[in-house]
């Protein structure tokens, strides 16, 4: 009995030989397949605005390398890509960094957003994420349940079986100890935490 | 087999929140992203919770921005400060609603006003139906804080009668394309001696860039101006 993991590299090899050999479909089988868990990915870690552009990056340097063979078939196609996109994460987020203010004129033209307010974003984001980890956990419950998972007030208090008003007074705490943690660590605010890494 | 999906996907959920809340290892984080790389539904799973943290990120927006922030201005005006100058910013504004209450603006559900001037916003002439040329949508800027509140001081030159008659009163009304936005309810007391209404808005709250109506209406049922506009005027929030 063959796995999984062996039955996906077989389709993966597959795909690539077709896209090798030109076959009609290939390519676009290849960004059906990758394109939404890349795209993902992106926004993670650096924001839905710039997670377009850099999984079309993506996508397009692994058909190149699929093309010209680059990619042996010794691991899945789907990681090969992730590792791509990290790299390409890695060096946007250097490029941006070093790029000086004001010089963003090209990418407004191309994006029609401002490079280094959605740099300032991605990192904002990353901020409330480190933030939220260092949350006590009775407050960080709450806030992932109701913002994560949706869950309205009554159905956390159904849940944890508290009362309604313990609920929203620890959402309440939880917010403004998020915006305390946030407001000390505001200070190292221009640099991409994780985005290079990988 | 339905109990086993279910754990599965719950498993799944669970994974997509460490990921986007940044509690994987590393080699954790690399595994998952290696995994959702070729995974559409594990995509859909991490696009939906990393929709939780732009819901918290607009939580906390909001929050910010919404009540009015003696602390804040403080800390605008003089970075990180120590407990003393909250104190002292707290005794000057004990004092200010303590002995200045005459002068304070229109009941603001909205925002406490903390600037000492406002944008002063002429009106078309709506004196009691005569209806006068419509001026252009005067732009109000941003203030010291980008979003914190905007103060119109509203010239309605509404006639002191009506101004000093206890049983009119009237309505303050921020509208979009008829749409009232903000309604809030003035009296005499509200008044500057010239009939000056200021008006504390929270641009968080409306809409940038668009043109908004601001109305002053007469409450005075009987009268047969009752609900008609005294005051209007185009005003355009940057």
Same mark, same amino acid.
């Given at each position: 009995v063959r796995s999984s993991d062996s039955l996906v590299l077989d389709g993966d090899r597959e795909l690539a030989r077709r896209v090798l050999s030109a076959e009609p479909g290939a390519e676009d089988e290849l960004i059906r397949r990758f394109q939404p868990g890349l795209f993902a990915i992106a926004c993670v870690r650096v924001g839905r605005d710039l997670a377009g552009d850099l999984v079309q990056d993506t996508l397009a340097a692994g058909?190149?390398? &699929?093309?010209?063979?680059?990619?042996?078939?010794?691991?899945? &196609?789907?990681?090969?890509?992730?590792?791509? &996109?990290?790299?390409?994460?890695?060096?946007?987020?250097?490029?941006?960094?070093?790029?000086?203010?004001? $010089?963003?004129?090209?990418?407004?033209? $191309?994006?029609?957003?401002?490079?280094?307010?959605?740099?300032?974003?991605?990192?904002?984001?990353?901020? +409330?994420?480190?933030?939220?980890?260092?949350?006590?956990? #009775? =407050?960080?419950? +709450?806030? +992932?349940? =109701?913002?994560?998972?949706?869950?309205? +007030?009554?159905?956390?208090?159904?849940?944890?079986?508290?009362?309604?008003?313990?609920?929203?007074?620890?959402?309440? =705490?939880?917010?403004?100890?998020?915006?305390?943690?946030?407001?000390?660590?505001?200070?190292? #605010?221009? $640099?991409?935490?994780?985005?290079?890494?990988? | 087999l339905s109990t086993e999906l279910h754990a599965v996907a719950e498993e799944t959920r669970r994974r997509a929140r460490d990921y986007v809340l940044g509690r994987l290892s590393e080699a954790e984080r690399l595994s998952f992203e290696d995994h959702v790389a070729g995974c559409a539904e594990c995509a859909v799973v991490v696009l939906e919770v990393e929709g939780g943290m732009e819901r918290l990120e607009s939580a906390m927006a909001r929050a910010a921005s919404a009540g009015w922030t003696w602390s804040r201005v403080v800390e605008v005006v003089f970075g990180p400060v120590p407990a003393a100058v909250y104190l002292a910013s707290a005794a000057l504004l004990a004092f200010v609603l303590l002995f200045n209450r005459a002068s304070l603006p229109i009941p603001a559900q909205l925002v406490a006003v903390l600037e000492p001037a406002g944008v002063r916003v002429e009106g078309d002439a709506l004196l009691r139906g005569s209806v006068g040329e419509a001026l252009p949508a005067l732009e109000i800027p941003a203030g010291p804080m980008a979003s914190g509140p905007r103060v119109l001081e509203l010239e309605t030159r509404v006639d002191r009668a009506d101004i000093e008659d206890p049983s009119a009163a009237f309505v303050v009304e921020v509208a979009d394309a008829g749409q009232v936005l903000v309604s809030l309810s003035a009296r005499r007391e509200h008044f500057g001696p010239r009939g000056t209404l200021r008006l504390a808005l929270d641009p968080t709250a409306l809409p940038r860039g668009r043109e908004l109506t601001v109305l002053v209406r007469l409450d005075k049922p009987g009268d047969p101006f009752h609900g008609k506009a005294l005051f209007s005027r185009l005003v355009l929030l940057r």
């Open positions: 058909l190149v390398d &699929l093309r010209r063979g680059r990619w042996r078939g010794e691991g899945p &196609l789907a990681a090969y890509l992730a590792t791509v &996109l990290r790299r390409k994460i890695g060096r946007d987020a250097a490029a941006r960094r070093s790029r000086p203010l004001g $010089s963003g004129e090209e990418e407004l033209a $191309s994006t029609g957003a401002d490079a280094h307010a959605l740099v300032e974003r991605a990192e904002r984001r990353e901020r +409330v994420r480190a933030a939220v980890a260092q949350l006590p956990a #009775r =407050h960080a419950l +709450v806030l +992932v349940l =109701h913002y994560f998972e949706n869950t309205s +007030v009554e159905e956390i208090a159904g849940k944890l079986a508290i009362p309604r008003g313990t609920v929203l007074s620890r959402l309440h =705490h939880a917010r403004a100890k998020l915006a305390g943690i946030l407001n000390r660590t505001g200070a190292g #605010r221009h $640099s991409l935490r994780g985005a290079g890494e990988g | -």
